[in-house]
């Protein structure tokens, strides 16, 4: 094994997200597997971020893995704080030098738009937590698959955060200002908790509103007859292991199998929810 310790520091600021929650139960289920420690550090400011790793450095911490992207220079100062911890992000970061192991949501982008397509949706909205380049490629995959229909992107919605609560404020936003006769029939949510605001959203404005809305992650929630949202679920169990094998053991899998995911049907791309309806939890659309 590459690292010279068995402590392995999980760093995030996301721990009410149940997309991160998911990934740090698969993350320290295969370091448990492997015999190593987990070191949680909590960060959600710059100040707790390099506190948490001063703490850090007064143990043999040899790798680093990010749940989420804090800064732009947060390889930088952990570089100075643990010049001994190799690292990976599970995550899009915002440092260009970063070793990043996430899914292709190019593929997912693509699907989403061609399963709204075939339920003849015709004006189709993006949401962003935050407009930036992280879901570049959710949202590339999402429009060439429109525009290969001859359809186009009418709206980019932005939350200004991975949060349920945002998510909904900007969709009511949206449903009051636009006219029902130009309002989109279709939204694809960069991951299911914006989904599930907007959702919500859509279901209180009623006034005939009826908006198709799917989303990013598969969360435990998503399949809940609360919601029966359509999501992409990742393949976490592959993803974590290309990262510690990156991480532990200088191993990379030059292949894309851990890129993949699985559409998961349910009902929310109807853009009608009928209470009682049974979902279709079992209907997986696989690569």
């Not at 749940?67 to 990976?88: G, H, M, N, R, Y």
């Not at 192991?101 to 909205?125: P, T």
């Not at 006219?179 to 006034?207: H, K, P």
Request: glycine share 6%.
């Amino acid at each position: 094994m590459a690292v010279n310790s068995n402590i392995v520091g999980i760093v995030s600021d996301e721990f009410t997200n149940p997309n991160t929650v998911k990934l740090l139960n698969e993350v320290t289920r295969q370091l448990n597997a492997r015999g190593l420690i987990t070191l949680l550090l909590n960060a959600n400011s710059r100040e707790s971020y390099q506190s948490a790793l001063h703490n850090a450095a007064q143990l043999p911490v040899s790798a680093l893995v990010f749940l989420t992207s804090l800064f732009s220079d947060e390889l930088s100062v952990a570089a100075d704080i643990l010049p001994q911890a190799k690292t990976v992000h599970l995550s899009h970061s915002a440092s260009a030098d970063a070793n990043v192991v996430i899914a292709d949501g190019y593929d997912a982008g693509a699907e989403m738009g061609l399963l709204l397509l075939s339920q003849g949706h015709q004006r189709f909205g993006f949401m962003h937590s935050q407009q930036n380049s992280a879901t570049a490629r959710q949202l590339d995959g999402f429009v060439a698959s429109l525009q290969a229909e001859q359809k186009e992107l009418k709206i980019e919605l932005s939350a200004g955060g991975n949060d349920r609560e945002l998510a909904y404020q900007a969709m009511m936003a949206y449903l009051k200002k636009t006219r029902a006769a130009e309002r989109i029939n279709a939204l694809f949510c960069e991951s299911d908790v914006l989904a599930f605001g907007a959702l919500q959203a859509v279901r209180d404005f009623a006034q005939g509103a009826h908006v198709a809305v799917v989303g990013f992650d598969d969360v435990d929630e998503a399949r809940a007859s609360t919601w029966h949202l359509t999501s992409w679920a990742q393949r976490r169990d592959l993803l974590v292991a290309e990262a510690l094998n990156r991480l532990l053991e200088n191993r990379a899998d030059t292949g894309n199998a851990w890129q993949q995911g699985e559409l998961q049907v349910r009902h929310s791309h109807h853009g009608k929810h009928v209470p009682g309806e049974m979902s279709q939890c079992g209907c997986a659309i696989r690569h």
